[in-house]
């Protein structure tokens, strides 16, 4: 048998208990009360309490509806999400990116983020465009992506269409809107010289500037295809060295003083 739509339940509970209710009490009423006078002010309290009665009902009603709503949405979502994951693994793995690449930076920024002050629905932006920062990518030819050398001048063009190819991808999505700013702004610099924008300070959206100082530490403190791990300490003094430049000084500065516990949430450890 087909469920019931949501609102149906709510407006025939509604109906069934307040005419319950109205004869329920019209009956002890009518027996109870025999002068006209005193009729007229039950009847009147009567309707006060079935006012009162059938608000507080509705209230409880609706109340319970958009809890299932809202559960159903978050579900929706989840499955989205675990969707998402499995399209980042396949990614990473035609990336030759190390094991753990786009979970450890969603992990670290989401904690940064954190430190930040950002919040709701500004993390989960953060958590979508750091899991899919590179989805554009995949419109790449694999002699360019996984080249084992430096790109030439025409390659590093064509990988540079990259962030623009994201934030499309993104913009069709509904949900994935707010999260685009990573994939497409990510590249930028502070000092104005990034690309695909040329935009400059606090000009890059904070999203794109928080994960731009996580990204930084991943692709320098793991191996890639072109390049092996760097030492940690040249890690950070790296970082150190490119705030002001190509990294937000301010948030370079935040995730130095953090650098132990977004370290610890990186490795899941």
Do not use: C
């Not at 407006?11 to 027996?31: E, K, P």
């Not at 899919?132 to 995949?138: P, T």
């Amino acid at each position: 048998m087909k469920r019931l739509s949501p609102q149906l339940r709510t407006a025939g509970t509604y109906v069934l208990l307040s005419a319950i209710y109205i004869w329920i009490s019209g009956h002890v009423l009518g027996s109870l009360v025999h002068d006209p006078h005193r009729i007229v002010f039950y009847q009147i309290l009567k309707g006060w309490l079935f006012v009162l009665g059938t608000g507080l009902l509705l209230y409880w009603l609706i109340g319970r509806t958009v809890r299932r709503l809202a559960k159903a949405n978050q579900q929706l979502l989840d499955s989205h999400e675990q969707a998402l994951r499995v399209l980042v693994e396949a990614m990473d793995v035609r990336h030759k990116e190390t094991s753990d690449h786009s979970e450890r930076v969603v992990r670290m920024a989401l904690g940064l983020a954190k430190r930040v002050g950002l919040h709701g629905d500004a993390l989960r932006d953060i958590k979508f465009g750091a899991l899919l920062h590179d989805i554009g990518k995949l419109a790449l030819p694999d002699a360019i992506l996984i080249k084992p050398g430096k790109l030439d001048d025409e390659e590093t063009q064509v990988m540079r269409t990259h962030p623009r190819m994201g934030y499309d991808m993104l913009q069709r999505i509904d949900f994935l809107h707010g999260a685009s700013v990573i994939p497409y702004s990510h590249h930028e610099r502070w000092d104005g010289t990034g690309y695909p924008q040329g935009l400059k300070g606090e000009q890059i959206p904070l999203a794109a500037r928080i994960f731009s100082v996580v990204d930084v530490w991943d692709a320098l403190s793991f191996p890639r295809v072109y390049k092996p791990a760097w030492p940690e300490a040249e890690v950070l003094q790296y970082l150190r060295d490119a705030a002001g430049g190509q990294l937000d000084p301010h948030l370079v500065a935040l995730f130095l003083n953090n650098y132990s516990e977004l370290k610890a949430l990186a490795l899941n450890a």
